[in-house]
């Protein structure tokens, strides 16, 4: 993890190699959240209300955003290792975490159990994210979006915990 560092206020921020691109990130979400409202309002309907960190995170998942290990790969950042720490089997890709990933994948199927619908089977993130609308759920689609993106925040909430603070990958 050394390019992550602690800063002044103990929070985890980029070292400084990558800032200017963490930066420039943040401002494209910015910028496109703002052109995108009309677009996530229309869409989601009552799930405006959402937690705005669960938008940002629907729109980097939807704009191929997410900054997995792989991803970080990509960029040409130094990592010791591109592996999921969740499972420890794969390589960490978008689908991989959200779908692919045992840990994920167990989420899902308590989700949707809990949820009472059919189980969940995505193949994609598009897939994952759009999953609502193919549930016949009487009128309860928003309801049913809120609670998916909900776990979908949960996972990478639960990937940072393990990441950052040595959480273990098991689901609480
Ligand atoms: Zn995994």
């Given at each position: 993890?050394?390019?992550?560092i602690?800063?002044s206020?103990?929070?985890w921020?980029?070292?400084s190699g990558s800032?200017?691109?963490f930066?420039s ?15 996530v309002?229309?869409?989601?309907g009552a799930?405006?209300f ?10 980097r ?16 950042i130094?990592?010791?290792s591109?592996?999921?720490?969740l499972?420890?089997?794969?390589d ?5 975490l959200f ?7 167990f989420?899902?199927?308590?989700t949707g159990h ?7 089977l995505?193949?994609?993130i598009?897939?994952?994210l ?8 009487d009128?309860?689609n ?19 915990a393990?990441v950052f ?8």
């Open positions: 993890m050394e390019n992550w602690k800063n206020d103990g929070r921020v980029w070292n800032s200017a691109l930066q990130e943040m401002s494209e979400i910015s910028s496109a959240m703002g052109r995108e409202a009309v677009t309002s229309s869409y989601s799930n405006q959402l937690a705005s960190k669960v938008n940002i995170l629907y729109l998942a939807q704009r191929k955003r997410i900054t997995t290990f792989v991803a970080i790969h990509r960029r040409n130094p990592i010791n591109q592996v999921c720490r499972c420890n089997e794969r960490e890709t978008t689908t991989h779908i692919g990933c045992r840990l994920s994948y989420i899902w199927q308590r809990w949820c009472e619908v059919p189980p969940f995505a193949f994609s598009d897939d994952l759009s999953m609502h609308k193919d549930k016949n759920v009128n309860k928003e309801i049913l979006q809120g609670i998916i993106l909900t776990s979908f925040r949960c996972i990478w909430k639960k990937r940072n393990v603070h040595g959480a273990q990958p098991s689901v609480n």
